[in-house]
């Protein structure tokens, strides 16, 4: 959330501590070597995330125990980590538990598992366009599952995709191409505007 509205939450916080983004870059790549050491499928998505292709190897979750203790052991730190047979579910499975979990969505319990979830926890599926849904009565995954709704009515040519998600269906590979994913910065101003004549 913005730090605004932070401060307005929790008064005596403390702010404006300036970010170490060359210290954390660094644990980064001692991190990610750590993945790379289980398998070279490793798909780096930002410094703080990455998806591995383990698929070949045995049993996943035992895997994924074996990443988490070696995170702790070698560097320190606590990790989330979602095993399933897809990107979408592994990264709906690390948002659970955190900041140290493990959640495990198993292919033949996705469909329930995403049921009760907020249509909002649907990866792609922001503030916008999850109030957009809730007005048609979409209010959670499983709604989205069982609709008969023209969606793209709704979401635009997202609609097969949203649809494909809600059934816990992706068929991304890990890519493992170096290009960089996003670029992204962001400012926030002392006070709030809804001008454009601060865009930069």
């Known amino acids: 959330m913005p730090s605004r509205t932070a401060a307005k939450l ?28 289980i398998t070279p499928l490793v798909e780096r998505m930002s410094v703080d995330e990455a998806y591995l292709d383990v698929s070949e190897m045995g049993d996943e979750v035992a895997l994924a125990r074996e990443i988490k203790q070696r995170i702790k052991e070698e560097r320190g730190l606590t990790s989330s980590i979602g095993v399933s ?44 366009t999850a109030q957009a849904l809730q007005a048609k009565g979409i209010q959670t995954i499983g709604d989205l599952q069982n609709t008969n709704l023209d969606l793209e009515s709704v979401v635009g040519s997202f609609a097969g995709t ?36 601060h865009c930069v």
């Not at 929790?10 to 001692?30: K, N, Q």
């Open 162 to 197: 949203l649809k494909q998600r809600a059934l816990g269906i992706d068929d991304r590979p890990v890519d493992l191409s170096d290009e960089r994913k996003s670029i992204s910065a962001e400012t926030t101003f002392l006070t709030d505007t809804d001008t454009g004549q």
């Open 10 to 37: 929790c008064p005596h916080g403390i702010f404006f501590v300036r970010p170490r983004m060359e210290f954390y870059r660094a644990e980064s790549a001692l991190i990610m070597e750590i993945l790379r050491s």
């Open 85 to 128: 047979c897809n990107k979408f579910l592994a990264k709906l499975g690390s948002g659970f538990q955190k900041p140290a979990g493990l959640t495990v969505i198993r292919d033949e319990e996705k469909v329930e598992f995403l049921k009760p979830l907020p249509v909002g926890a649907s990866h792609g599926v922001g503030p916008v």
